[in-house]
């Protein structure tokens, strides 16, 4: 029910996002007619279109989007028509000839008597408006339903998505109902109905004009991501964790570091075990709370009775756990012939990680063939109490929890842990030995050995070190500059910027990002623009190119494109480290910049 509630509410913060501006030209041409036979019918049509459209998204599949494409134009001509009978009435019949039932009831001027069907015209505007809408919209409704549409095409979703379409109708028909009084006391004390009608007229031409050039879509939705999304990103956090409170790694740094002996011994609830004496530690949760599943059809704790699991948590923009991925992938490859099921339950840290797109994109990027759990609502999250990424739990075929491991390092022991359970079980000829990985990129092991640097995230909520002057200017645009020298492990914005809760994005076409570091690696969590626009961006380190200290992510002159919401490793250092001032430069607007890493 929550869901619901926060579904609607998104709705009705619609009407302050600027996503809007291109409807609200319609819904007020229709303003100075009664409400029930025009505003409301002009509504309804808005708010089932849409959620039929959206629903087919959820679907998936391109003919829904190519449906959703050749509607879309269809819409525009058609509310082009209106935008011109509007300016020249005397011109309706003629152009509408083809059309009569749907134009004379779209042309009538203000003052030229009621339509034959005005309930019809206007349901049938609305449903054209709703085509126009329902991609405007598409960003916002992202945060808002990922929770719950990715779950696939059910009574469920379709329910969700048109709690979201009745909010955004709640609060156009508060603005409808206002702004008629407004407009027939405007045509009362001015006379001045006919150069409305023709305001309305033009400003309808002018909408569609905006729409086919795209900027519905692009300049408007970049807006609105600073406005309205921080908003409803908070009403998910509270929704999904209710009860548990925000899910977060309680000490990043820590949890950075954590095969260091003295991290692994704070972050262990208990010693590590010896190899013949594995304690029952609990048992193992419903897996019911996943919203999908992926590579695999739903698992439940009752069918996997009789075979050894490891649960890995894993979010797919994090460092650690990806540098732990390599152990996962590899022992999936080794035991799975001989009784083990790995399940990697993606909790995601990130808003665009509870986009299933991403994370499908991913596991195919990342090669991963086991099961992956999507539990966008944390509900298998909670079940394990769990408060890291990445942690392993160990089950036995009994379904008890025997181990746990939390953050990277010490895969050997995991591994002896996986040979005894499987022998437990009675498998026979379990294989034995300890795999030996080579990472790549990001997935390569860090080197503990001289990394001062600290995870360090960008937005307000969690962000540390930054010396900009004046601090962080939360939630609206603000021109930063970064003090120079830096300090190790300060850092700071350069150029016009939107500071938010998790993130920050780039208002103009050029900004900069500096960091003072002390590790081999550095890596960043990046977002191309809000309508997935890529941006460019050139890396520079004290002021040079990295040469042959790039990363995976740039070229040895530094140059490098965000297309994905990801983890990008951007600079990969092969001789004595040393402290290092970093500067990534963005030539495009719209980028979205998260959280630095470092190995």
């Known amino acids: 029910m929550i869901l619901f ?14 996503c809007i501006l291109p409807v609200l030209p319609f819904v007020f041409a229709r303003a100075d007619r009664p ?28 003919w829904a989007v190519d449906a959703n ?40 001027s203000a003052d030229s008597g009621e339509a034959k069907s005005p309930f019809a015209a206007s349901f049938l505007l609305g449903i054209a408006t709703g085509l126009l809408w329902a991609p405007c919209a598409g960003p916002i409704l992202g945060l808002v339903l990922t929770g719950a549409a990715l779950q696939g095409a059910n ?42 009608r023709r305001g309305l007229g033009v400003a309808v031409l002018a909408g569609v004009v905006v729409i086919s050039l795209g900027l519905d879509r692009g300049l408007l939705t970049q807006v609105a991501s ?78 996997l009775r009789g075979k050894v699991v490891l649960i890995d948590f894993w979010t797919y923009s994090c460092i650690n756990c990806l540098r732990t991925l390599p152990y996962v992938e590899a022992w999936a490859a080794k035991y799975q012939d001989h009784g083990l099921v790995i399940i990697g339950v993606h909790a995601p840290e990130f808003a665009f990680e509870r986009d ?34 990445p942690a392993q739990y160990f089950i ?34 379990v294989p034995q030995g300890i795999v030996s990985v080579d990472g790549h990129g990001a997935e390569a092991a860090a080197d503990e050995t001289d990394m001062q640097s600290p995870e360090t995230y960008i937005g307000f909520e969690r962000a540390a070190n930054f010396v900009s002057p004046g601090g962080a200017v939360g939630g609206k645009s603000h021109a930063y500059t970064t003090p120079d020298p830096l300090a190790l492990n300060q850092w700071g914005l350069a150029g016009n910027w939107t500071v938010q809760g998790q993130s920050a994005t780039l208002d103009q076409s050029t900004g900069s990002i500096s960091f003072r ?11 191309p623009t809000s309508d997935g626009k890529p941006v460019r961006f050139r890396v520079l380190i004290d002021g040079k190119p990295p040469l042959a200290e790039h990363g995976t992510d740039v070229d040895a002159q530094g140059n490098g494109t965000v297309t994905d919401q990801r983890l990008y490793q951007l600079v990969r250092q092969s001789g004595d480290i040393t402290d290092r001032t970093f500067q990534i430069e963005f030539l495009d607007p719209g980028v979205q910049a998260f959280s630095f890493t470092f190995g």
């Open 5 to 18: 509630l926060v579904a609607y509410l998104g709705g009705v913060l619609t009407i302050l996002s600027p």
């Open 35 to 62: 409400f029930v036979t025009s505003g409301l019918p002009l509504l309804l049509g808005m708010a089932i279109t849409f959620a039929l459209v959206a629903t087919l998204a959820a679907v998936g599949g391109g």
């Open 69 to 108: 494409r050749y509607g879309r134009v269809a819409a525009i001509i058609l509310l082009a028509l209106f935008g011109v009978t509007l300016l020249f009435p005397h011109l309706a019949d003629r152009l509408t000839r083809p059309l009569v039932a749907l134009g004379s009831r779209l042309s009538q």
């Open 155 to 196: 009574v469920g979703t379709s329910l969700l998505l048109l709690a979201y379409a009745a909010g955004a109708a709640t609060s156009l028909a508060v603005a409808l109902l206002i702004g008629g009084r407004v407009f027939t006391a405007m045509k009362r004390s001015l006379g001045a109905g006919e150069w409305i």
């Open 226 to 303: 600073a406005s309205t999304n921080n908003l409803e990103q908070a009403l998910l956090n509270k929704a999904d964790v209710k009860g548990g409170g925000q899910p977060a790694k309680p000490a990043p740094t820590m949890t950075m570091q954590a095969n260091n002996a003295a991290a692994g011994a704070m972050m262990m609830m208990a010693a590590k075990p010896a190899a013949d004496a594995l304690p029952v530690e609990g048992v193992l949760p419903p897996l019911t709370g996943a919203v999908q599943w992926l590579n695999s059809p739903p698992l439940t704790a009752e069918g």
């Open 356 to 389: 299933i797109g991403n994370v499908r994109q991913a596991i195919k990027d990342l090669h991963v063939n086991y099961p992956v759990a999507i539990d966008n609502n944390y509900a298998i999250w909670r079940g394990f109490n769990n408060e890291y990424w």
């Open 396 to 429: 036995d075929a009994q379904g008890r929890i025997r181990y746990h491991h939390f953050g990277e390092g010490d895969d050997a022991h995991s591994e002896r842990v996986i040979q005894q359970l499987l022998t437990e079980a009675g498998n026979q000829n």
């Open 517 to 527: 570091f002390h590790a081999r690696d550095l890596h960043l969590v990046l977002g």
